[in-house]
């Protein structure tokens, strides 16, 4: 029995492995396109991989796969982040949790991994035939199964040979980036980082956690959560969109109720320099001239309804216009790639060509940072290994 996996990535090397350990009699050889294998794992985490998540923080795999949570819950069954855990473990790469629940090699250094897999297709004779791209099914017609851990292909040229052969596609859009706003006000926050909710107004996608202001917009942690919800929306706005940022989670009778104690409290004190929400001061005086404007040198004692409406809506419902996408070096995923629809949900085998088999980022499946794209990756392979395993 032959099985050749299309693709020397993350998803192909857990794929080969566990093929070999399920089944050792089958001969297993990995082409790759490059040069160098495992490229992505290399540089993924910042050089220190974070190779998977504890999940402690997600109810619901919908906040951190916007895009194929339902296959991905049911695989979970087979093979979830504890397996994941256990696995690499197992095999030799202890692990750390952060407090953020991203777990790492405890050597902090992706190439942990990478040796992990190297050694260990080593020792199981795994073929690695490199600079060896394949586009066409002729191209590994000696072989009785046929795995794509190809990746993401944002321009779509790595799917076009899958679509011949009868494949459904979900357009590939770039996922995972910052928002560019031009707004000369908002540069001198540069720098600042703070717990916001990101919204798109009109729409239902939203996400929190930290933002982080930079000098050609917003980033940070819920910026590329929101990007990754709304990775599809934004495409097809040209990534031009409002944007909304609530600073604060109290409600808006708090945040009233707050404002009129500072009236009798702080008759005397400035607006801007007295801060009653614990915002960063340079925030909050950015916020009360934005609501304000002429009026924002007023004292506590002579705010009026007015001032405290536009306050609400400004500490509620800050608007922004989105006027393009950054790239965000640390990660970025392909949102689209084969549709599921094409493939058996419980084999991940093509619904059109028998013994063809999809895993990793190839397939319309995406998570938000954090880990998730690579658990995304082990699941689908580990599946994949027991599926073809299971034939015999
Ligand atoms: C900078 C960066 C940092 C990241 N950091 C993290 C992180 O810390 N945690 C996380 O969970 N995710 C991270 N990701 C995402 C993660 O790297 C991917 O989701 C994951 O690598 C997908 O695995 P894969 O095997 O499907 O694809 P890849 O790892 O991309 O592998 C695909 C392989 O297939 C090869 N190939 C493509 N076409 C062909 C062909 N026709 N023939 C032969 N070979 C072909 C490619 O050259 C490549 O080697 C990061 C991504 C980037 C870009």
């Known amino acids: 029995m032959k099985t050749a996996i299309v693709g020397g990535g993350a998803a192909g090397f857990f794929l080969a492995i566990n093929l070999k350990e399920m089944m050792p009699e089958m001969e297993v050889t990995i082409f790759e396109r490059s040069q ?62 952060q407090d953020d629940q991203c777990v790492f090699p405890e050597a902090q250094d992706s190439h942990a991994i990478i040796n992990c897999f190297l050694s260990l297709a080593h020792r199981y004779h795994i073929e690695i035939r490199k600079s ?41 859009v770039p996922s995972l980036f910052t928002f560019e706003i031009h707004d000369k006000q908002l540069q001198s926050l540069m720098g600042l980082v703070t717990d916001v909710e990101a919204m798109i107004p009109g729409t239902k ?49 708090e945040m009233i109720t707050l404002l009129h104690e500072q009236v009798v409290t702080q008759p005397k004190k400035q607006l801007t320099t007295y801060n009653p929400f614990g915002l960063q001061q340079r925030l909050w005086t950015y916020l ?28 509620l419902n800050d608007t922004y216009q989105i006027a393009g996408r950054a790239p965000f070096k640390d990660e970025f995923v392909t949102c689209g790639g084969i549709s599921l629809k094409a493939i058996n949900p419980s084999t991940l085998e093509s619904k059109h060509v028998p013994h063809l088999y999809f895993a990793g980022e190839v ?30």
């Open 363 to 392: 397939l319309d499946i995406d998570g938000i940072t954090g880990g998730f794209n690579f658990q995304a990756a082990w699941t689908t392979a580990y599946t994949i290994a027991q599926a073809i395993t299971s034939h015999r």
């Open 205 to 253: 996608m939203r996400a929190s956690g930290p933002l982080l202001i930079t000098h050609w917009g917003f980033s940070g942690p819920a910026i590329l959560k929101l990007s990754s919800h709304a990775a599809r929306y934004l495409a097809e706005h040209d990534y031009q969109s409002p944007l909304a940022i609530r600073w604060l989670s109290l409600t808006e009778q």
């Open 36 to 97: 160098r294998v495992l490229a992505k794992v290399e540089i993924s985490g910042g050089g220190r991989c974070n190779c998977t998540n504890t999940f402690e923080e997600v109810s619901d795999l919908s906040q951190v796969y916007p895009r194929g949570h339902r296959l991905l819950k049911r695989l979970f069954k087979g093979f979830n982040h504890h397996d994941a855990y256990a696995w690499f473990e197992r095999h030799g790469v202890p692990l750390v949790i």
């Open 288 to 315: 009360v001239e934005k609501a304000l404007d002429t009026r924002s040198q007023i004292r506590w004692m002579e705010l009026n309804k007015k001032d405290v409406n536009r306050l609400v809506n400004i500490l």
């Open 132 to 172: 060896c791209k394949v586009q066409s099914l002729d191209d590994v017609r000696d072989y009785d199964y046929v795995a794509v851990t190809t990746g993401g292909s944002p321009k779509g040229e790595g799917l076009r040979w899958l679509s011949a052969l009868g494949h459904e596609i979900e357009a590939p």
